[in-house]
């Protein structure tokens, strides 16, 4: 059996990406459609043969409760809206994918772990790079200490953000800028390489060459970790420059990916030759791989729940405030 997705929110991420994913996965369907722009239906509902009882507006979606084609609620709005959506499929009644970052406040994440625990049902986060093979093989060198211990990660992701006006400039419906979209991607890998928690950051903001375009949110800034092993990270994010890479200098050698967060083909190598693995769909590999848990009735892992969204959340926010203070923040894990 393949357990239907409903996609809400058509915009760049669903119709590009996901949507074609969608036509490629083992375990589960393109099942539905939630959309506040009425005049994206009808190339949907031909595109991808949706019947018209399987699309819903943003008042109806709660209606999707009594709707059997529907398994999992998959939410691809702007960050600010991931927590009411997420509540309200849960409340309905549903498994729910969000997409990252999870929420704009570590309160937010919070109310979309309760709701869904409350609902009996399962929360994802959008991480796909959990389930894409480059990925998972330099967490196993890291985390394995293939090379020895990790003793520095440089993990950066940015690039040029487009157009003036779009959600991502605006701090209500963003959280922040570049950090909250892509620079989580910098973070995970921190994380996932070193396989520990940071327990303190330094930040800081980078000077605006576009004050005017960037008056909301930072144009790119700068982050250290520090982790209980002894192990350092250092980071950049922006929204005025391509940088995408993950590297790992460790006792005995190094590994890295570049491209590291991107959809791929991603690229990697080590101090001993290159990284070989097979090239997937992202996205098709990471909704069949929660769909195959929710499938076979398991918990999904640890490190793609909510609980792993909200660490991640909480990370975003001690970074702003190590920027804004200019203090160096102790983290709790
Ligand atoms: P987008 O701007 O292309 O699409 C957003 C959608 O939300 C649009 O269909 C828009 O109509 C709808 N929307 C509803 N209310 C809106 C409002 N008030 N203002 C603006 N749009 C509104 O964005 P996107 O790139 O598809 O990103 C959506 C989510 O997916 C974000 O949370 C983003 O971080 C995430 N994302 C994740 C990945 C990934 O690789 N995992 C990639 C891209 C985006």
């Not at 239906?41 to 209606?63: C, G, H, L, S």
């Not at 398994?71 to 009411?84: A, F, G, I, W």
């Not at 394995?144 to 990660?153: A, N, Q, S, T």
């Not at 693995?277 to 918990?299: F, I, R, S, T």
Request: hydrophobic share 35%.
């Amino acid at each position: 059996r393949k357990l239907g997705i409903a996609l809400v929110g058509l915009g760049y991420y669903s119709k590009n990406l996901l949507a074609p994913a969608l036509q490629q996965t083992q375990n589960c369907r393109l099942a539905g459609i939630v959309t506040g722009t009425p005049s994206k239906v009808e190339e949907w509902k031909q595109k991808y043969n949706i019947p018209q009882a399987n699309v819903y507006d943003y008042k109806t979606f709660d209606r999707i409760a009594d709707n059997k084609d529907i398994d999992v609620v998959y939410v691809v709005l702007p960050n600010s809206m991931h927590e009411e959506f997420v509540v309200r499929a849960a409340q309905a009644g549903k498994h729910v994918i969000c997409e990252k970052p999870m929420a704009i406040t570590p309160k937010a994440c919070q109310n979309m772990i309760d709701a869904c625990k409350k609902a009996n049902k399962q929360l994802a986060i959008g991480y796909r790079l959990h389930y894409e093979p480059f990925t998972k093989e330099v967490m196993r060198l890291g985390q394995e200490k293939v090379f020895g211990p990790v003793k520095f990660v440089e993990s950066s992701d940015g690039f040029r953000s487009g157009d003036p006006n779009q959600w991502r400039l605006k701090k209500s419906m963003a959280g922040g800028g570049p950090l909250m979209d892509v620079g989580i991607y910098a973070i995970q890998g921190a994380r996932y390489v070193t396989g520990e928690e940071p327990i303190s950051v330094t930040a800081q903001f980078a000077p605006k060459t576009d004050p005017q375009k960037f008056k909301d949110v930072e144009e790119a800034m700068f982050w250290q970790f520090q982790f209980p092993s002894g192990a350092m990270s250092n980071s950049t994010t922006s929204y005025a420059a391509g940088v995408e890479r993950l590297y790992a200098s460790c006792e005995k050698g190094w590994f890295e990916l570049a491209p590291a967060f991107g959809y791929g083909p991603l690229k990697g190598r080590t101090s001993k030759g290159p990284i070989e693995q097979p090239v997937v769909n992202h996205q098709a590999a990471h909704m069949d791989g929660v769909c195959k848990d929710l499938l076979d009735g398991k918990n999904l892992p640890d490190h793609i729940t909510g609980e792993e969204g909200l660490r991640d959340v909480k990370l975003l926010e001690a970074i702003y405030q190590a920027a804004e203070t200019g203090r160096k923040i102790q983290l709790k894990s």
